[in-house]
């Protein structure tokens, strides 16, 4: 092995050379079947907006790491790379530039795959798709048509929110504060037809299987899904009309709180409810149109939860009543826009004494308020009726004010309630969900079309399986006004399935959040054209051992995911409850940001890579500067990298300039991987310099010949014992914070220690070398899954092959110390250190730390008391 290696290290061209290597060989391969040790780790997959950000370098270079380790540790491993392509960004771009969505989508990808491919990222790239082709969402529209005629997809009538801009249904999530997320319009509510999957049908099992996930998950993520589930056990409660000749139904609620019955003062419904509907109808008959004109009021604006809870009371009193179902007492029914029609039975039995927007609202409308619960918070804290206390709301606490009911507690005025009412036909007990079901009809061009014919006669019929895919015209370039595919009749006209007359084919498209709910187990054979996965592969790499993403998504695309595993499982796809078995959430990637403020308070933010930093010695910031006018700027401190404090730094840039590996190294040397990371030039330059001293380490071995291999262990000197348990003890510490602990950070200081212990090594004979020889592979091999070009150019030196190589081996009987430092102490202070070796009785130890020179100069007398703490000191009192 004389071939030369060049002296310093030149990322860009080994880079490039490796990667051509692994693309040559196939070298991430899998096959769809797999026997032996194997693994799956997947990323959450990107998608194609133009170009990577820091968050998919962070987001995948963890996969790989991960990835490669279990690749060392001799396990077949699938880690695969795709897109999420169906979205609106792409639309947003063809009405902005004239361009169709499709060419967009996939100039996009053809440059982001490129970049993901110079990250040296070790994917099966024979298993790329994107979810935007016919070959994808085919099986996507089969699901759809299977779960259809189970009945666990619907059609439904339903207010919706309406962005008049976008010219779309957004899901609550997506409303912020009354408006749209994306285009900032004010949100109005409209009702139209739209598709629903039944994933309240799968609550229970949703929410118990969570316990399953326990000590592979988050725990902060299994309790936001925990939330968002919402099981709540409460009670249905009748309160009968009063006014049967009008209304005779009576109002049906569903309260958490049936302790609180006998303190309700008033009866809130939704603005839909038939009570409302039937008072406003009343009204109006006798010309008066106000009712009407408010629930009109009310249908605008957001039907966003968090948004009600928040909004400004608004409410109006229908004339009507009902009776309180123990007392027989009137009470009037308010139409209250804070009541969601959706949840329960839209109508709340409302007791402001003891709810905060019941409170809000009496206290608004001059509605008598009755306290039923003494649950004092502080020892003697009143109860006022003008202003509300956090513990009105508690459960905890004895019922006042509620005649026969006085002194029971929660669940004994529960079981009493349910008992005296439940006879009577006027009350049950009930198990609620707060989730909903997923309404998935998108007004959208750029989806999945939904596989249904709508025909006059015969209502919704799903496209029968031999008509699918439903294919997406790709040549449509969308100009803001609405779906282009309601304008194209080549698309819409079909015949239906069922009595072959004119039909039309449904124009709404799917959710893309549907497309990503599947698309890891589709990866398992994504070429398979049979159905959603090939039988075998999903038998083989199903479930994800390993799934990696963003905190952002671990609520919804974590619970589609979930549900989606269960429906496919129900169906016969696949196997298991679960589609993730591990989940790691990656911490977010901070920058600094830079700012200047005009008078009108308006900021304009500057990008880290245009500002001029002025240091002290100590590294601390003196002054920053914009380079483009010489002027300071204000530093505005350390925020998640965005677009809007323009403090996003180019991962491009990084990997132009340094190559990917110091990219990578510095991604996972700079903090644990659920953690933020906070970008800095320094921490790149240091991680670079690491890499350049493992370099010139390597290669500088190699310059001089140094052929010996073989450790003659029998025969070793002490500083050769010391360095080879300093390579065993690495092995095992990067091993365990790798596998056990996803300790990026700490295995790379072990590296790094590593590292410096065999700089510091002289060899001075053939068995030194040879164990300095260990020493640098091993080094190198730990080194690959985070910085592998590098790792790979240098061990191919050394005549080892990166991707047939396995992680080194301890060997145990290296890491035995038969040395150990001693401290010498005169009076407490530290005079001298001995290296003696581990079995030194305390007599021994004693004599030893005695006879040091520089121990023997403090020794001005007689020692009055001698100390010995085995393995650490020696302390002699004079
Ligand atoms: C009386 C009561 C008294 C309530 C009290 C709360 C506190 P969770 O636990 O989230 O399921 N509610 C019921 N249906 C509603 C609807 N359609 N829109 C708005 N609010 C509705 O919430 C259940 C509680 O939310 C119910 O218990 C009901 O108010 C309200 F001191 O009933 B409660
Ligand atoms: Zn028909």
Redesign the pocket.
Known sequence: MTTHIDPEYQASAIEAQVQQDWEARKAFKVADTVEGKHRYILSMFPYPSGKLHMGHVRNYTIGDVISRFHRLKGETVLQPMGWDAFGLPAENAAIAHQVAPAKWTFENIAYMRDQLKKLGLSVDWDREFATCTPEYYHWEQWLFVQLYKKGLIYRKLSTVNWDPVDQTVLANEQVENGRGWRSGALVEKRDIPMYYFRITDYAQELLDDLDTLKDGWPQQVLTMQRNWI?R?T?MDITFPSANTEVYADGIT?????????M??TYV?V?AEHPMALKAAALQAEAGDSTLAAFIEECRMGSVA?AD?ATAEKKGMATGLSVKHPVTGEDLPVWIAN??????????????P??????FEFANKFNLPITQV?DAKGADDAEYSATEWQEW??SKDGKLVNSGEFDGLDFQAAFDAFLAKLEPQGLANAKV???LRDWGVSRQRYWGCPIPMINCEKCGQVPVPEDQLPVVLPTDVVPDGSGNPLNKMPEFYQTTCPSCGGEARRETDTLDTFVESSWYYARYASPDFTGGMVKPEAAQSWLPVNQYIGGVEHAILHLLYARFFHKLMRDEGVVQGNEPFTNLLTQGMVLADTFYREAENGKKTWFNPADILLEKDEKGRILSAKYSGDGQDVVIGGQEKMSKSKNNGIDPQAIIDQYGADTARVFMMFAAPPDQSLEWSDAGVEGANRFLKRVWRLAAGFLEQGNPATTIDTANLSQYAQDLRRKTHETIQKVGDDIERRHAFNTAIAALMELLNASNKFEAKDDNDIAVLREAITTLLTLLAPFAPHLSQTLLSQFGVDLVQVTFPVVDESALTRNTQTIVVQVNGKLRGKLEVSIDASKDELLALAKALPEVQQFLTGPTKKEIVVPNKLVNLVV
């Open positions: 919402g709540s409460g609620v569903y309260t958490t709180r049936a302790d609180t019955l303190g309700v809130a939704a939860e009600l804070y009541v969601l029609m959706s949840y329960g039975s839209g109508a709340v039995m409302a007791v004494a003891h709810d905060e927007r019941d619960i009105y709301g609620q969900f707060r």
